[in-house]
C-alpha cells in the first residue's frame, strides 16, 4: 500500500487536470493516473478554447501537468485497473500491482470513437476524416466534404455542415434514401445526395482526394464527415457498481455515458465524473469546465466530512481534556510543560498581600505555590495529575515541604472547605461553561472574610491572534463575567479587566495577548 490521497483522478486530459488544479489549489492531497490515451491525439490543434485557440493538445495536456505538480498534485502514467469500496473511502488498483487509497475519486477516462467500418476512415481520423463542425469546420470551410451517412441524423448533419462550405454532399452508404421533405432541405441548401455503399476512402500521398464507391464511381472529396459511436471507457466506474446508459439523439442511439448530476456526483457516493465519459458531446473547454464544477464539489464533500470529524474530535476533547487521564498524559509526554516561573498576574496581585493561607488551584508543576512558600504563604496545591504534584514536589524540595502540601483532588467533585483561605488563586482554569461557573462558585466560597480571590484566564479575544490557544470559546471567559457572578454585598471586585501581554507566536511574531482577570476581596 503505497499512499493515502484526498483524490485519485483516474484520466489527465483537459477535465482531470482541471479538476485537480481546483483541488490542489484547495491544498488537496491529489493523484492523477494517466494512461496517455487522449481522445484527441489525432488531432492537430484545440479550438474554441478562450485564449488558447489553436494551441496542439499534448501542449496543453503538458501545460496542464506544469500547472497540477506545481501546486503540489502528483501525476503518474499508468492505468488504473479498478477500484473498490473500503470503509470511507476507496482502494484503487493501478496496473503493476500498485494500490492506493482514495477519500474521493474523479473519473474523466473519456470516450472511444466507434469509427464506421470503412476502409480509410480509421487511418484518417482527426485528419481529413472529421465529426465535430464546431472543432474541425473552420480548417475545411469551402472546401469538398462529404457526409457518411449513418443513420436518421445524417441529413441534420449534412445541413449542419453546410455552414462550413457550399460544396458538401451526402453519401447514404448502407442507409436509406432521404424522404421526399428530406431531399427537398437537401436540395433547397445546394447539397447532393450521393446513393450506394462506400467501398472505402482513397488517398494521394497523404491528402484524402476521395470516396469510392461499391459501383466503381468515385467522389472527389477533401475531407469526409462520419458520426462515430460514442462508447464512455467505464471499466473502473463498472467495477464500482456504475453503468453507462445510452443517449440519443432524435430517437437514435448516438453512444453511451455514465450518469450524473450537475456537479459530476454519481449514485455511488464518493465517486464523480467529468468529461467525455460523462458528457459525449464535451468539447475540450466543456470538459475543462466540467472538471472544474467537479473539483469544487468533491471539495465542497469533503470539507463537510472534515467538519463531521472535527466535530466528532472536537466534542470528544471537551469531554476528555480536562479529565484526569488527559492530564496524566499530557505530563508524562514532556519533561516539563510550564515555564517554572509564577504567573505573572499572581506576581502582581499577591505581592503585596500578608501571607497567609492559600489555595492554589490547578497546581500544575507548581511555580505558583512555590513562589508564595517563598514568601511565607502556607500553600494548599491541588492537581488533577499525580506526576504534576510529584514533579512539583520535587521542584520545591526539602526546604519548602513544611509550607506546601501537595493535595491530589479533582475540585469539582471534591470543593475545597468553606472560608479557609486568605487567598484563593485559580490560573487559566478553562472548563466548559456550566462546569466551570459551579467550581468558580466554590472557589469563591473558599474564600476567608478579608480574603482574596484571584481568578486569571485567557482573554476570548486571544481566540483572533496567531497564538494557536484552542480554539473552545465556551470554556473563554472575561474578568467581567465572573465579576458578575459575585454577591455585591460579600464581595469588593477590585478589578474585572482585560490585561494586556506580550508573548511570541509559534511563528515567531510578538503578539499581544490579553488576560482575564478578576480580583475580588470577601468583605469582612
Not at 488531432?43 to 501537468?65: C, D, F, I, K, S
Not at 464533500?301 to 466534542?315: F, P, S
Request: charged content about 25%.
Amino acid at each position: 500500500m503505497d499512499a493515502t490521497y484526498d483524490v485519485v483522478v483516474v484520466g489527465g486530459g483537459a477535465a482531470g487536470l482541471s479538476g485537480a488544479l481546483a483541488l490542489t489549489r484547495a491544498r488537496r492531497s491529489v493523484l492523477v493516473v494517466d494512461a496517455g490515451e487522449p481522445r484527441n491525439a489525432p488531432a492537430g490543434q484545440v479550438h474554441n478554447y478562450l485564449a488558447r485557440e489553436g494551441t496542439p493538445p499534448a501542449e496543453l495536456v503538458a501545460a496542464g501537468r506544469d500547472e497540477v505538480t506545481r501546486y503540489g498534485g502528483e501525476i503518474v502514467a499508468g492505468r488504473v485497473e479498478a477500484a473498490a469500496r473500503e470503509g470511507d473511502g476507496f482502494l484503487v488498483t493501478l496496473g503493476g500491482g500498485r494500490s492506493v487509497r482514495a477519500r474521493r475519486m474523479l473519473v474523466t477516462t473519456g470516450l472511444v470513437d466507434e469509427l464506421p467500418d470503412v476502409p480509410g476512415v480509421a487511418e484518417r481520423w482527426g485528419r481529413d476524416v472529421l465529426h465535430c463542425p464546431y472543432c474541425h469546420g473552420w480548417e475545411v470551410r469551402d472546401r469538398r466534404i462529404g457526409v457518411l451517412a449513418a443513420g436518421p441524423l445524417a441529413v441534420e448533419k449534412a445541413n449542419l455542415w453546410r455552414q462550413w462550405s457550399s460544396h458538401v454532399v451526402l453519401l447514404t452508404h448502407d442507409t436509406p434514401a432521404p424522404d421526399v421533405e428530406a431531399a427537398e432541405r437537401l436540395a433547397a441548401r445546394g447539397i447532393t445526395v450521393v446513393e450506394g455503399p462506400v467501398a472505402g476512402l482513397e488517398v494521394d500521398g497523404d491528402a484524402l482526394t476521395g470516396a469510392r464507391l461499391a459501383s466503381g464511381e468515385f467522389v472527389a472529396l477533401d475531407a469526409v464527415v462520419v458520426a462515430p459511436r460514442f462508447t464512455a471507457r467505464a471499466d473502473v466506474l463498472e467495477s464500482l457498481g456504475l453503468k453507462p446508459v445510452d443517449v440519443e439523439m432524435g430517437g437514435h442511439v448516438v453512444g453511451s455515458r455514465i450518469p450524473a448530476d450537475p456537479t459530476g456526483a454519481t449514485t455511488v457516493p464518493g465517486v464523480w465524473v467529468a468529461g467525455n465519459v460523462a458528457d459525449v458531446l464535451a468539447q475540450v473547454i466543456t470538459a475543462a469546465a466540467a472538471g472544474l464544477n467537479a473539483g469544487a464539489a468533491i471539495n465542497m464533500d469533503l470539507v463537510a466530512e472534515d467538519t463531521r470529524d472535527a466535530v466528532d474530535a472536537y466534542r470528544h476533547m471537551v469531554r476528555t481534556m480536562f479529565e484526569e487521564a488527559a492530564w496524566e498524559e499530557r505530563y508524562r509526554a514532556k519533561q516539563a510543560i510550564w515555564s517554572g516561573d509564577p504567573n505573572p498576574q499572581l506576581v502582581t496581585e499577591a505581592a503585596g498581600l500578608p501571607p497567609g493561607r492559600a489555595l492554589d488551584v490547578g497546581s500544575g508543576e507548581g511555580a505558583d505555590a512555590v513562589w508564595l512558600a517563598e514568601r511565607g504563604w502556607k500553600v494548599t496545591a491541588v492537581d488533577i495529575s499525580t506526576t504534576a504534584l510529584e514533579r512539583a514536589a520535587a521542584a520545591a524540595g526539602a526546604q519548602l515541604a513544611g509550607r506546601i502540601e501537595w493535595t491530589h483532588a479533582d475540585l469539582r467533585d471534591r470543593p475545597p472547605a468553606e472560608g479557609a483561605y486568605d487567598l484563593v488563586s485559580s490560573q487559566f482554569m478553562h472548563l466548559p461553561g456550566k462546569a466551570r461557573r459551579e467550581l468558580f462558585d466554590r472557589l469563591a466560597a473558599a474564600v476567608a472574610p478579608g480574603g482574596t480571590l484571584l481568578i486569571v484566564g485567557h482573554h476570548p479575544s486571544d481566540l483572533r491572534t496567531t497564538t494557536h490557544r484552542m480554539n473552545f470559546p465556551d470554556m473563554m471567559f472575561t474578568g467581567e463575567e465572573v465579576a458578575s457572578s459575585l454577591d455585591p454585598a460579600a464581595w469588593e471586585v477590585l478589578a474585572a479587566e482585560a490585561r494586556p501581554r506580550d508573548v511570541v507566536d509559534p511563528e515567531g511574531r510578538d503578539v499581544t495577548v490579553h488576560d482575564a482577570v478578576l480580583v475580588a476581596r470577601r468583605r469582612a
